[in-house]
């Protein structure tokens, strides 16, 4: 079976929940084979989650610089690693940077790019959500070795445990001329909530939540529920959340197993980042807002009302109460 490439998410100690659903989805393909991407030590730390994962080959693209430069890194490594493997295909996240480095190797490959695809089959066909949501379409690429972002959330990780071969690959030295340099980075203080991309349910709020303070019954009901706080556009416009929690075209796309919309109306650049969520709740107290005709669970309502109840019913069920 050819190998298919997955390129690793990963903070230098952990590897992101995305790419373990790569992995899963690469296994529709071919043989999965990571591709991590760092400084020095970093695929040994990473190795046995990824074999756990499914990972029979770990390309190890290994610099010091490979944390200085946005996306080249990672364009070079998985360039040399689609020489070294001749894959069926490369899987990338859907992410901003995913899509840069995908389309960066889809042009140096001359390959066919395929992004935000929300299911993959074993013959290559993809299914992607495209203008802004408005369309679901099957498409497969005719050119060249497919290069596909892959949604967040779109797949259910799955372990498949396998023994894994680490590949060392000489990344060449990233031509500092021609790339923004990072000179610093700060972690954002994102409590202990999971990533907005990464949760398993996501509990967000729009401009019926009010106000800043508002967002507290927000954030209540994704804490009882173990879920990220999102927002809509309206919402962070309005200054009543940080930017970086923006779901929708212009923010994140989210795939989580619960979505819950309070006070969001369901227009269609919100519902491009969140329809594919495997299932979604409204409360909303307009009985004609568009978000109640793509929920499974609608409810009409004052979120005010309703949220506060079931954060209350959730605790209580989690205490036995
Ligand atoms: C190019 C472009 C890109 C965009 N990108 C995005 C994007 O990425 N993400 C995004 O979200 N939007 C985006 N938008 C904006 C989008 O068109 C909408 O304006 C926005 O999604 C509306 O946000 P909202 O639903 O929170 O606000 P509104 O449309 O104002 O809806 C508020 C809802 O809250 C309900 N409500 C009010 N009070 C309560 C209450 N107490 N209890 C229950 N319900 C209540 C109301 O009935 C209403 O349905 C984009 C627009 C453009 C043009």
Do not use: W
């Not at 400084?39 to 610089?65: D, F, I, K, M, N």
């Not at 709020?205 to 954030?219: I, K, N, P, S």
């Amino acid at each position: 079976m050819p190998d298919v490439l997955v390129l690793v998410d990963q903070d230098g100690e952990r590897v992101h929940k995305s790419t373990y659903e790569l992995l899963t989805a690469a296994r529709r393909l071919g043989e999965p084979a990571a591709v991590v991407v760092g400084t020095p030590g970093t695929a040994a730390r990473l190795e046995a989650s990824l074999a756990r994962h499914g990972a029979r080959s770990v390309y190890a693209a290994e610099s010091a610089e490979a944390d200085e430069f946005l996306a080249t890194p990672a364009v070079d490594a998985l360039e040399l690693a689609v020489g070294e493997a001749s894959p069926a295909a490369v899987l990338v996240s859907a992410t901003t940077d995913g899509k840069e480095v995908a389309g960066r190797l889809a042009a140096r490959l001359d390959a066919g790019l395929l992004i935000d695809a929300v299911d993959v089959d074993s013959s290559g066909v993809v299914t992607q959500v495209v203008f802004g949501g408005s369309y679901t379409v099957r498409s497969q690429v005719t050119h060249g070795m497919p290069v596909i972002t892959v949604r967040p959330g779109s797949f259910e990780a799955e372990e498949c445990p396998v023994r894994a071969e680490e590949k060392k690959l000489t990344p060449p030295p990233v031509a500092a001329a021609a790339c923004a340099r990072i000179t610093a980075r700060r972690r954002a203080i994102a409590g202990d909530r999971p990533e907005l991309t990464e949760a398993t349910v996501v509990v967000s709020g729009g401009r019926g939540v009010g106000g800043a303070e508002g967002f507290r019954v927000v954030e209540e009901l994704a804490d009882a529920l173990g879920g990220a706080v999102g927002a809509s556009r309206a919402a962070v416009d309005a200054g009543y959340y940080p930017h970086r929690f923006q779901v929708g075209q212009t923010g994140k796309s989210v795939s989580p197993q619960l979505y819950i919309a309070l006070g969001i109306s369901g227009a269609i650049q919100h519902l491009a980042g969140m329809q594919t969520s495997k299932t979604i709740v409204a409360v909303n107290k307009d009985p004609e807002a568009p978000i109640l005709d793509l929920a499974d669970y609608g409810v009409v309502g004052d979120l005010f009302a309703v949220a506060p109840e079931v954060t209350r019913g959730v605790a209580a069920r989690r205490t036995g109460g």
